[in-house]
């Protein structure tokens, strides 16, 4: 087993902002959940596309999900992209049909409005096949719980800089107090340069009205690659996926670097529940991010420590299996993964206390660590 010694940090201030230098690779680790494959069913035959993001209702219990129309795009599609399931798996809401091109992330408030974000327009050769898919993408949208639109940030189908504009936003997440946020420029990927990359974090009010933009393309200290899924801590101090960078970033409302923890590894995913931290990894290999394994890991936002560690599952798409790029926690302990590029959506469920001596609950009924 390989742990990751949280001695390996460095304060850098009375603030308690830290960075970390490198860690060892977290795959061998606990794993108390049972894997459930192909959870959630669609009806009539239809097939999911690339899943990438879900979320839980209010009800604790409902899952949301973002579905790109049985492809890897919704350019030319009539089928309903944002999905809510029961308990049980059935399909019992959708809409948004025809509305996005590339849905990407996915966030439910605490009143139950679902907020997606359309992380790209059409490309020239989707345009040139579907010309009315002009005007679409690089948005956030509001919807209601039964798909009304409330809010749009952005403008449909135009990339630029805040305040008006987003280039590729990836997720977004509101604060208890209403305020948004919005992780902004995809596509920076670990090969990228930055001629024309844009990486940040965007803040609104509750209302929509523009506080601030924070961060820039790069791997120093509050610099992003490709943010990719946002989360608060109990604290709330707001952690950001720098998946390219290898690392979670923290930081404040306010856009102060707080820190950043590379035991999570390559984090496509993020949630956070009662404290505890999961993040996807859906894309490490040989060749990205060697030495480190796909899957998802979890552990404490106290102290970062990571305690459990939910492989892959075999597939013929990815060397090594699949694992989620997005992920979600009901309020049961029940994990549940957002398939990309395979699609779909997969639960993992814990086992009984006496099957396994652990699980992110009693860690913590223990003294603190």
């Known amino acids: 087993m390989v742990i990751v010694s949280i001695v390996a940090l460095m304060a850098l201030s009375e603030k308690g902002v830290y960075t970390q230098g490198e860690v060892s690779s977290v795959n061998d680790l606990p794993n108390p959940y049972e894997t459930i494959k192909d959870w959630g069913k669609m009806p009539g035959g239809r097939i999911f596309g690339n899943t990438s993001g879900v979320d839980i209702d209010p009800d604790g219990k409902s899952v949301w999900a973002v579905d790109r129309c049985g492809a ?48 790209r327009a059409a490309t020239p050769e989707e345009l040139k096949k579907f010309p009315g898919e002009k005007g679409k993408g690089h948005t956030v949208i509001k919807f209601s719980p039964d798909g009304k639109v409330l809010m749009t940030l952005g403008k449909p189908g135009m990339a630029g800089n805040p305040p008006d504009f987003f280039n590729e936003p990836a997720a977004v997440i509101s604060a208890p107090n209403g305020d948004i946020f919005v992780a902004d420029g995809h596509s920076g990927g670990e090969n990228t340069t930055p001629s024309n990359k844009v990486a940040r974090i965007v803040k609104f009010d509750r209302n929509g009205k523009f506080i601030k933009s924070w961060g820039k393309f790069g791997s120093g200290p509050g610099e992003l690659k490709g943010p990719h899924a946002l989360a608060f801590d109990s604290r ?11 690392r979670v970033q923290i930081f404040d409302q306010e856009g102060e670097y707080l820190a950043e923890w590379k035991q999570f590894s390559r984090a496509s995913g993020l949630y956070i529940r009662n404290d505890m931290v999961y993040t996807s990894d859906s894309g490490s290999d040989s060749l990205v991010n060697p030495g480190w394994k796909k899957g998802i890991r979890i552990g404490s936002a106290r102290d970062g420590k990571v305690m459990f560690f939910i492989p892959p599952h075999a597939n013929n798409i990815r060397e090594g299996g699949t694992a989620a790029g997005g992920v979600a926690v009901d309020a049961a302990g029940n994990v549940f993964g957002a398939e990309t590029p395979s699609g779909g959506l997969t639960k993992y469920v814990k086992r009984l206390a006496s099957e396994h001596r652990w699980s992110p609950e009693n860690w913590f009924a223990s003294p603190v660590r």
């Open 72 to 119: 890897d795009s919704c350019a030319g599609s009539n089928v309903t992209v944002v999905l809510k399931f029961d308990a049980s798996g059935k399909l019992v809401k959708g809409f948004g049909a025809a509305m996005l091109v590339y849905p990407h992330g996915i966030h439910v408030d605490r009143e139950g409005n679902v907020w997606v974000t359309d992380g």
């Open 236 to 246: 709330g101090r707001l952690f950001v996926a720098d998946r390219a960078n290898f």
